[in-house]
């Protein structure tokens, strides 16, 4: 439902007919197959009312989980700040409808106890997420990234901390490789906090976690949440007629180049095709893609306006591939 700066906000009551949700590794926790990643688009200085627009599309359409990161801005802790006022505004009554999520790992305040993964960082860091969102615990807390000098029975210890501590109900880790995966899923059983979900970088252009990540994890009941699965918008037909001055691309260019979108052009024509003739969007082929391997809990998508939202939650109604479709795709992503 749209609302405007004065209208409060009620969920639809439909929200639930079409999501499907999956079960995230062997937990008990169920996450809808699309979730939404609040990095680019929420943040203070982002249009309030657009980004208020898009939660509002994501829940009335069963997305019930909303992930950020302590960092998300800019200005770092931006997006958490924005969530939490649109969170007193229009969902605190749907808290208990609500999966959120955030992390700590990179790079956050000046000084030796704002980023990696001392104890001392990621207890600290936790604290201030939930001052800013307003929150009194997170549904799931991060380990944003791995840190090469901090023992990890230091971080995931902080992790166990964090959830006897009540701020947190479950754990995650993103960006780690399936051996130092492996290696914290122990600690963390050890400790009695088992790892919910690992959250890697995940599309058709990148595909570094099928190597063995995926297999670990589901080797070890964790589930999966693949992040960026539209490469940052270059997996969707927006540049095939150019560079769109609203996209990513021009407007923040700060992860996503001019020159890595025109790389891959080529290869984006011959996959719009093959999204063309399954009668699908490009973005909604490559989310498909995705969660057509059910070792994939939920795809996490971004969305610089609802009608993108809208567009992607279309990838749902149809995530088969016939054979020959898999081998055409295979080709092309194979071709450099
Ligand atoms: N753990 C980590 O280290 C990590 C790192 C990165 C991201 N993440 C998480 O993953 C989330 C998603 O990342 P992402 O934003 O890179 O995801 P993405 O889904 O790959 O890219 C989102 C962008 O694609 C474009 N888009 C989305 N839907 C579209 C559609 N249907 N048609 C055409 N264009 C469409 C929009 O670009 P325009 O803005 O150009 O319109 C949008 O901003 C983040 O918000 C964050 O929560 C985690």
Redesign the pocket.
């Known amino acids: 439902m749209k609302t405007t700066p004065q209208q409060s906000y009620t969920a639809s009551s439909k929200r639930y007919d079409n999501m499907q949700y999956r079960r995230t590794g062997k937990s008990g926790l169920l996450l809808p197959a699309l979730s939404?990643?609040?990095?680019?688009?929420f943040s203070t200085t982002d249009n309030f009312e657009n980004a208020r627009e898009i939660l509002h599309t994501a829940f009335d359409n069963g997305m019930t989980h909303f992930?950020?990161?302590n960092n998300?801005g800019p200005p770092y802790g931006g997006a958490e700040t924005n969530f939490g006022a649109i969170l007193k505004k229009d969902f605190l009554p749907y808290r208990d409808e609500l999966i959120i999520s955030t992390?700590a790992g990179?790079d956050m305040w000046p000084g030796p106890y704002g980023n990696y993964g001392s104890r001392k960082y990621l207890v600290s860091s936790l604290d201030q997420s939930l001052k800013r969102m307003g929150l009194e615990y997170v549904d799931i807390f991060?380990h944003?990234?791995p840190d090469p000098e901090t023992p990890l029975e230091e971080t995931m210890g902080a992790l166990d901390h964090i959830v006897r501590q009540g701020k947190a109900l479950y754990v995650g880790l993103?960006?780690y490789r399936a051996e130092e995966a492996k290696r914290a899923f122990k600690i963390l059983k050890k400790l009695g906090t088992p790892c919910l979900i690992h959250?890697?970088?995940y599309?058709m252009l990148d595909r570094w976690v099928e190597d063995d990540l995926l297999a670990t994890l589901d080797e070890n009941g964790v589930g999966a949440i693949a992040?960026?699965?539209?490469?940052?918008?270059?997996?969707?037909?927006?540049y095939l007629k150019g560079f769109?001055k609203?996209?990513?691309?021009?407007?923040?260019g700060r992860?996503?180049k001019v020159d890595q979108v025109a790389s891959e052009l080529e290869r984006i024509k011959q996959l719009n095709a093959i999204a063309l003739e399954r009668g699908q969007?490009?973005?909604?082929m490559a989310i498909s893609w995705l969660l057509k391997d059910d070792r994939i809990t939920s795809v996490?998508?971004?969305?610089?306006?609802s009608?993108?939202?809208l567009?992607?939650l279309k990838a749902l109604n149809n995530i088969r591939f016939e054979k020959e479709t898999l081998e055409k795709i295979e080709m092309i992503l194979k071709a450099s």
């Open positions: 939404l990643g609040l990095w680019h688009n992930d950020l990161a998300y992390k990179y991060y944003h990234r993103s960006n959250q890697p970088r599309n992040f960026s699965p539209l490469k940052q918008g270059i997996l969707t037909d927006k769109p609203d996209s990513r691309v021009v407007k923040d992860y996503l969007t490009l973005a909604q996490l998508v971004g969305a610089s306006r009608s993108q939202l567009d992607s």
